[in-house]
């Protein structure tokens, strides 16, 4: 299984700032991915970490707010911009190789204030 | 793209008791379903998963069943511990695209 190491746990920001969450694995892995999930719901997913280019979006999320970066197999990082209260949430990345689960890192606890 | 529907969205049992969360999903093409069990401040845990080759699978007290003709995936929980009270999301995995799209949640209460 993956051994995935997420950071910051927790922060608390000012509105208007930008803050970078990152994700390490300590193995190569296929996918990464991105998610959010509000208090007391669902995990939402942001978008597919692609290594070397551009990550892919769904639907509602844009790059501009949640630029994400993935420079090689193992590494990925995604930053909140210009942050508002409604941007209060946990943010967690994922991570599979083929044929395999999707493990979850530890979440970050993000409240904008 | 792929939806996952979700029910109930509440459970309460009785220790001892069976539970039993359904799902649909709605890309023919899913072809993965993990279900995770999330504790309270705790990142989500996968219990269980199928793939769509199989129609049941059985871990324990935890068994999964799959119709792949109707797109319909279940959980099923036997002799209910509170220790399994929780959070539980089912997901799909598509073919092609790997990502993995979650349900709603059912917050399971197991009274003792």
């Known amino acids: 299984s993956a051994v995935i190491s997420q950071k910051p746990s927790r922060d608390i920001c000012q509105r208007g700032t930008s803050l970078t969450i990152q994700c390490q694995v300590d193995s190569q892995v296929t996918m990464m991915f991105w998610y959010r999930q509000q208090p007391g719901q669902s995990l939402t997913l942001i978008a597919t970490a692609n290594q070397g280019s551009e990550a892919t979006y769904e639907s509602g999320f844009v790059i501009d707010k949640f630029p994400i970066s993935r420079p090689n197999l193992t590494f990925s990082t995604l930053t909140v911009s210009n942050m508002s209260p409604e941007d209060s949430s946990i943010y967690l990345c994922s991570v599979f190789a083929m044929n395999t689960e999707a493990f979850f890192g530890q979440g970050t606890r993000l409240t904008v204030v | 793209g792929e939806n996952v529907e979700q029910h109930p969205s509440t459970l309460s049992v009785q220790e001892g008791d069976s539970a039993v969360i359904k799902c649909t999903y709605s890309d023919s093409a899913s072809n993965y379903f993990p279900w995770y069990k999330q504790e309270l401040g705790k990142r989500p845990q996968l219990i269980i998963d199928?793939?769509?080759?199989?129609g049941e699978k059985k871990d324990q007290r935890i068994a999964v069943t799959l119709n792949k003709t109707a797109k319909h995936f279940s959980l099923h929980i036997t002799e209910t511990q509170p220790e399994d009270s929780a959070v539980y999301f089912c997901a799909a995995r598509g073919a092609g695209g790997f990502k993995t799209i979650f349900g709603a949640g059912t917050r399971l209460f197991v009274k003792a």
């Open positions: 199928i793939r769509s080759n199989v």
